[in-house]
């Protein structure tokens, strides 16, 4: 079965450092991967997705990913963090294609103080 | 319209009650997702309903009972639940259940409390 590993578990940082989650999952085929942002108090969010092609994607507010396969890593970045990006956020892929299953990372809390 | 709608948003029961979380999208998804999440946890798949016929169970104990009436609406009957399945409980769509078309949209989930 898959599985994701996000080894931070809690980051703490000042506003205008940068920003990078790691983010490791355990599949030898094709895979899925994605990045979701979960606010204190809202919903799930997607922040961004990388299906095929450019393994560098971008997604909302800044953030970028870069699939490196023979890494089996998705790492989440931002070159300057802003206090509202604190919350928890969330590693996930789907690799068993045709039994659709998106299984998420442990998490990292990302706080960011002003 | 590109939100899934869950209620009701925070709901106690006690352990002999029976009651049920109800998601909607109108966004033409065909594929739906329950998800449970404990404080501090990931997210944990339940269920997924693909084209309104469930298409994964994981192994959910049978005092969660999941129904898709039709393309748009998703519940979760609740029966004879036990406090440890106090939790946030997530909805999630997608278009269909298939590569490259399975970005999930979340709900903003319902909070449940057993007593």
């Known amino acids: 079965a898959q599985s994701v590993s996000q080894h931070n578990h809690h980051v703490i940082l000042s506003e205008a450092a940068s920003l990078e989650l790691g983010c490791n999952y355990s599949?030898?085929?094709?895979?899925?991967l994605f990045w979701y942002v979960q606010y204190p108090g809202q919903h799930l969010q997607l922040l961004l997705k990388?299906?095929?092609?450019?393994?560098l994607v971008k997604g909302i507010k800044g953030f970028e990913a870069e699939f490196i396969k023979s890494k089996f890593s998705f790492n989440l970045r931002k070159p300057s963090v802003q206090w509202s990006d604190t919350a928890e956020y969330f590693c996930?892929?789907?690799?068993?294609?045709?039994?659709?299953?998106?299984?998420f990372g442990t998490g990292t809390r990302l706080t960011i103080i002003p | 319209d590109t939100e899934v709608t869950q209620t009701p948003k925070h709901l106690v029961m006690g352990m002999t009650n029976k009651k049920s979380l109800k998601c909607e999208q109108h966004m033409g998804h065909r594929a739906m997702y329950w998800y449970k999440q404990k404080a501090k946890k990931p997210p944990e798949l339940m269920f997924v309903y693909s084209y309104e016929k469930l298409s994964i169970n994981e192994s959910v104990p049978s005092r969660f009972s999941p129904e898709c009436p039709n393309s748009s609406l998703l519940n979760l009957h609740l029966h004879a639940l036990q406090p440890e399945d106090s939790a946030l409980y997530l909805c999630?769509?997608?278009?269909?259940?298939?590569?490259?078309?399975?970005?999930?949209?979340f709900g903003a989930g319902s909070r449940l409390t057993v007593l």
């Open positions: 999630a769509s997608s278009q269909v259940l298939s590569p490259g078309a399975n970005v999930l949209t």
């Open positions: 996930a892929v789907i690799t068993n294609f045709g039994n659709e299953k998106l299984t």
């Open positions: 990388y299906f095929s092609g450019d393994p």
């Open positions: 599949y030898g085929g094709t895979v899925n």
